[in-house]
């Protein structure tokens, strides 16, 4: 488990289990037996996907009630969408393309030379 | 490492290192010892985040020059920030009431109407 919370956050994030039962969840609250009814998947095996949402705090459980509903926590990530929005420019304004673009076209033999002959 | 793209996308973000390294990346291309540079790694350590950093598509690694600099390649991430999109209301809806509590709040003991008095 990664200690810094960030780190958690995105490797909590890092598995389609763990993202399918953040997303049921966006829908209310729900049991441990309820959120691992559409996996195909042992009890003890959800729990631990579980434990690790709860670990990055991505999601809490109820002491209150008996069947101990599991809830949404997104607050973490927060911190992640954060972290992420200084390379929006980058994926948004298509900087990649750009940067492969001019490497190529400064890669080539300059077209106006060739015109030249 | 993940097979899905997105997972790997997390994964790869899940990592300190990694993600300074990619956070250098914005400011231009760089070679593998520069990057290396900055952390109490060796090179081999750092190799090997950077060829996580790559599987995820996130990097890439030029051929051409004999330097081999790597370059930023932020278009995994845009499918990361939609991923939590959704999840944009829940923890912006958290601090609406986090708002809510502490107008509540300073509304009660009406400093104001003290003041008259």
């Known amino acids: 488990?990664?200690?810094d919370q960030l780190s958690a956050t995105f490797a909590a994030l890092a598995d389609p289990t763990r993202r399918a039962i953040l997303s049921r969840l966006t829908s209310g609250e729900a049991?441990?037996?309820e959120l691992a009814e559409p996996f195909d998947?042992?009890?003890p095996a959800v729990t631990k996907h579980l434990k690790v949402l709860q670990r990055a705090g991505l999601i809490s459980q109820s002491r209150e009630a008996q069947w101990r509903p599991c809830r949404l926590r997104a607050r973490p990530m927060r911190?992640?969408?954060e972290w992420m929005e200084p390379y929006r420019a980058?994926?948004?304004q298509?900087?990649?393309?750009l940067d492969d673009y001019l490497r190529e076209s400064s890669a080539r033999p300059a077209p106006r030379t060739r015109k030249k002959r």
């Open 41 to 43: 998947m042992s009890l």
């Open 31 to 33: 049991s441990v037996t």
């Open 94 to 97: 298509r900087l990649d393309r």
């Open 79 to 81: 911190e992640a969408a």
């Open 1 to 3: 488990m990664p200690s």
């Open 90 to 92: 980058h994926w948004e």
